[in-house]
């Protein structure tokens, strides 16, 4: 409070609309106040109220038993951050495993992580974390500041696992002086039906779901990562390939649990017809020569096997030829040569 005037000032007072018992009790007011002196009167500090305040200060003073005042506004916003974190998986929240994603094993999935700023001042994004996939701060090119009201995310993709039992990732998001927040989310794969049939292009797109690791095509032993290059291999003017793609299936459908007595005699024949040709396939066989015929025949009936067409044969898994009787499903993990294997039904 300063004396502007060119008198001295009597019955000094000083009030604020908030705050006149701290101005009791931590100031002393002059009783009197002479042209151009001043005092100063500090009071707090205070816990900072959310949203938008306004307090005014009140000088008075007299002058032959006229009173003079003047008044002044002071302003301050109480800012008050929070955020909610979510994370989703291919678009749905799933955070327990009754809500849980259900996809195939070796299917992509794409993982979003979420933060909303709930307060009302901005906040800074600064750290992203999964209990599975690790630090994903530089991946997700944090620290990112986000205004109130706003949301912004990252978003990932992987592949899914073989966890028919459900499988959940804890994703953990920091913001600069909060806490860290946390949410989970679920997913769970679908094991292969038992007794029924899978085509070449379900096999391929679905290793993790194999039932096993190897496979004997002719009298040559072929690895996972070579049956695999097979079955992408293009079968155009190769017999040997368009019939190496239909064996592989049906063996692995067999394996599977699928009934082969129906195609017994053309797996068979198929491994025969390999067994005339040395080394590991392709064989580069073009399918109007007489071997090449013979081999599209085989490839023919062991598509019809596959797609769950075969008189007397398994149906298909997908229900195509007719619903499925399967009741147990059955799944061996991917294992190295010569390692043991456990079925868990």
């Known amino acids: 409070m300063t004396n502007a005037g060119n008198v001295t000032l009597t019955n000094v007072t000083l009030s604020d609309s908030d705050f006149n018992a701290e101005i009791s009790n931590q100031c002393i007011v002059p009783t009197s106040l002479a042209s151009g002196n001043s005092f100063t009167c500090v009071v707090g500090p205070f816990a900072a109220i959310e949203g938008q305040h306004t307090n005014t200060a009140t000088a008075t003073g007299d002058y032959n038993k006229n009173p003079y005042h003047d008044s002044d506004d002071a302003n301050y916003f109480g800012g008050v951050p929070d955020y909610s974190f979510e994370k989703y998986i291919n678009g749905e929240d799933a955070d327990t495993l009754v809500e ?13 992580y979420e933060v909303t700023n709930e307060g009302n001042a901005p906040i800074e ?11 994903l701060t530089g991946e997700c090119g944090l620290p990112k500041t986000i205004a109130v009201g706003q949301s912004d995310y990252c978003q990932i993709t992987r592949t899914a696992g073989d966890f028919p039992d459900g499988k959940e990732n804890v994703g953990t998001a920091s913001v600069t002086g909060l806490a860290d927040q946390t949410d989970p989310a679920w997913y769970e794969t679908a094991p292969p039906e038992l007794g029924c049939t899978y085509t070449h292009g379900y096999w391929k797109n679905h290793p993790l779901a194999w039932p096993v690791y190897s496979l004997v095509l002719g009298d040559e032993t072929y690895t996972q990562a070579e049956l695999l290059a097979l079955l992408w291999a293009s079968p155009e003017g190769d017999a040997s390939i368009i019939l190496a793609l239909q064996l592989i299936a049906a063996k692995l459908n067999v394996a599977n649990g699928a009934d082969d007595s129906a195609i017994a005699s053309t797996i068979d024949a198929a491994d025969d017809w390999l067994d005339d040709y040395s080394g590991k396939l392709p064989y580069s066989i073009s399918p109007s020569s007489p ?6 025949d085989l490839a023919g009936t062991l598509d019809v096997y596959n797609n769950g067409l075969l008189e007397g044969g398994p149906p298909h898994c997908d229900g195509a030829s007719g619903s499925s009787e399967c009741t147990h499903r059955v799944f061996l993990p991917l294992l190295e040569a010569g390692a043991s294997t456990q079925a868990t039904e």
């Not at 849980?100 to 979003?112: I, N, Y």
């Open 100 to 112: 849980a994603v259900e996809v195939d094993a070796g299917d992509s999935l794409t993982f979003k």
């Open 125 to 135: 994004w600064t750290g992203l974390t999964d209990d599975v996939f690790g630090d």
């Open 291 to 296: 071997a090449g015929g013979q081999a599209t």
